[in-house]
């Protein structure tokens, strides 16, 4: 489960926040800065609701298109336990991205449009998914590094001010702790086998380590909305931060698994207390969230193709609720069945 | 396509164990409440989370408006003697 | 799998073949499910399609573990996964049918787990009491799997007119695999009279009752009875078993003796 530091703007116009009610609106801010939750229902700033409906369905649609690149090797997993590990895994990316569509839709937005946007290509998702994965090993790797940064981006978001969507992550930080353990426990298997398995390892590792950087989004002075963001409670630590302290982690766990990180900057600096590393090529990261990455159109395309094959499916399903609706209707009787709750 | 109508939104509540009540714990879409139960097992108890399931359509709940908060709530802030902890007892008087 | 039960060899030569075919079923069945993966009609079914599939895998796994054990031979559930070629795996051809679309899926499905559900209680008598176990164990799951495909069966089949005739097609193409499910042959007589499982009568009336039932209030009528008999279960598949296998074993076999 898969959000990467979700200031990336869409291309969703987003009306200039004319506040119509000033002094709404300083209530609204003093609650925030209070720590207290928003609820659904409650006045928000038109911007804070914007913000709020391009995060949650950006980083929903992250979950759904997430399971692409992994559904990819259900039917190949090279063991029946790996195979029943890695559909848990997939089904629950689909569980994320229904909780978060929930609560996106609390702010008024319903899933179907949601949905469209992301088909139109409105709305983003995560730069991660739109890379392929060739082999086992990147199974492994999505588990430990895709969801690991996953993770750490998404663990302050328990705290976000927005009652429905902080109750979302709290709930998918519970279930995701499984997911980085066994893409840990996978490439560690790995690890200690064949020389064959060993190079598949490190050939996944070289490959995702940048784009997974890449994942806490761009620089903190590049960051668009940070500033709004962290005053509302919706951000509550800077992606530069966050980046490196996903890299301190997990320059350990790379040298327990015995793989190398393929970045010769990579050093650690006793004076910050930290470990240095190379500066990042944003301009594949604006490539590929712009739709020029590898399998952009491959994502997108399945996506639609489900959409647009089920429709009859969901269509025939409310006919026949109404059918059925129908036909009740016709049957009532005088003395109507009372039920009590169970 | 875009004609289509979306299934109804149901809101789940989920009993954790026998000796609890049910809580709220998210949302499904659903034609019908046969598949919304479905749907409400399928996604909220795949880690044995629950022993009984509530779903209810979202569009047939009645919920106060936050703006009535004040009117609603905060009359409740001066009734202490609503609490045991307003009575002092001697010290002597016990399980009381 | 079989925890304070002693494993004490094959109870006669149908045995073995007898838990391939129900584990073959299983496993087959959950690898066509799992391609819904990602790419179903809405977000809710993804998940009850792998809700199923995991379900399904569990009984082959556990299947499999059971047969090796008993074979006695030290093959494990991966062995009997990965390391057979087609001939030897003997799941009816119903389960290894392509997906279709979302009707083909679900017929096909439904009428496997409608199997199932009348299976799985005639086996909690078996002779062989760990497949007794498992068969108490599983009829749990595939009584909701029978509700669930129930529902989509009639949703579907009394919808709209799209689907009824989706439907109705994906019915004329599956029902006719149904018959090798209750087709007696050597195995399952032996496998009767061992007091192993039950007859494929028993089993025959068991389904044949429920599937009437659901297809009259699915407004979906049974092909006629077709001379057509399909012959997976004795290890002589369609054409379609030797793709699903390529791709489910060709990892594992392209690194032989590799742990995963």
Sequence with gaps: ?342 | ?96 | MSGDLVDTGLLGPAHLPYLLRLADGSLILAQRLLEWCGHGPVLEQDIAFANIALDLLGQARLLYTHAGAREGRGRDEDAFAYWRDEQAFLNPTLVELPNGDFAQSVVRTYAYVAYQHGLWPALQTSTDPALAAIAAKSHKETSYHVEHLEGWMIRLGDGTAESHTRMQRALDLVWPYTTELFTEDTVTLAVAADGLGPTTAHLAEQWTGATQAVLATATLQAPPPSPFRSTGQQGRHSDHLGYVLLEMQALTRAHPGARW
């Design chain 2, 1 to 96: 396509m875009t004609n289509q109508r979306d299934w109804p939104l149901w809101e789940v509540f989920i009993r954790s164990r026998a000796g609890l009540d049910h809580k709220h714990c998210g949302s499904v879409h659903a034609p019908d409440a046969t598949l919304a139960l479905q749907a409400a097992r399928d996604v909220y108890t795949r880690r044995q989370e629950g022993v009984s399931i509530w779903v209810v359509r979202a569009d047939q709940i009645v919920a106060s408006d936050p703006a009535d908060k004040a009117a609603l709530f905060d009359p409740m802030a001066d009734k202490i003697y609503r609490h045991p902890t307003f009575y002092a007892l001697p010290d002597e008087v016990n399980h009381l």
């Design chain 1, 1 to 342: 489960m898969y959000t990467q530091s979700m200031d990336v703007p869409s291309d969703e116009v987003s009306a200039s926040p004319a506040l119509s009610d000033a002094e709404a609106s300083a209530t609204f801010d003093a609650r925030c800065a209070r720590g207290e939750f928003i609820e659904a229902k409650d006045w928000m700033p038109a911007p804070y609701r914007q913000t709020l409906v391009r995060q949650i369905s950006q980083h929903a649609h992250s979950e759904i298109v997430g399971m692409l690149p992994e559904g990819n090797w259900l039917t190949r997993a090279p063991s029946l336990k790996r195979k029943t590990i890695l559909l848990a895994k997939v089904q629950d990316e689909g569980g994320h991205g229904l909780y978060l569509y929930a609560a996106a839709e609390t702010l008024g937005t319903s899933r179907d449009d949601l949905i469209a946007a992301l088909h139109s290509g409105r709305a983003k998702y995560s730069s991660i998914f739109n890379y392929p994965t060739p082999t086992w090993a990147d199974i492994g790797v999505i588990g430990w590094l895709v969801d690991g940064a996953a993770i750490m981006n998404q663990v302050p978001l328990c705290r976000c001010s927005y009652g429905p969507y902080a109750r979302a992550m709290i709930r998918i930080c519970r279930e995701e702790s499984f997911h980085q353990r066994q893409g840990f426990d996978l490439l560690h298997t790995l690890m200690q086998g064949t020389a064959a398995q060993q190079a598949m390892v490190q050939d996944a590792v070289n490959r995702w380590w940048w784009p997974v950087l890449m994942m806490f989004g761009p620089p903190d002075q590049d960051s668009p909305h940070a500033e709004t963001s962290v005053k509302w409670g919706i951000k509550r630590i800077s992606n530069d931060d966050l980046r490196q302290k996903f890299v301190d982690a997990i320059v350990e766990q790379a040298a327990v698994l015995g793989v190398t990180l393929p970045d010769p900057g990579l050093k650690w600096n006793a004076a910050r207390g930290a470990h240095d590393f190379s500066p990042i090529d944003w301009t594949e990261f604006w490539q590929v969230v712009n739709g020029h990455g590898p399998c952009n159109r491959e994502r997108l395309a399945a996506r639609v193709a489900a959409y647009d094959e089920g429709a009859w499916v969901r269509e025939a399903a409310l006919a026949y609720a109404d059918k059925q609706a129908a036909r009740q209707a016709a049957a009532v009787t005088p003395a109507t069945e009372r039920r009590s709750p169970p």
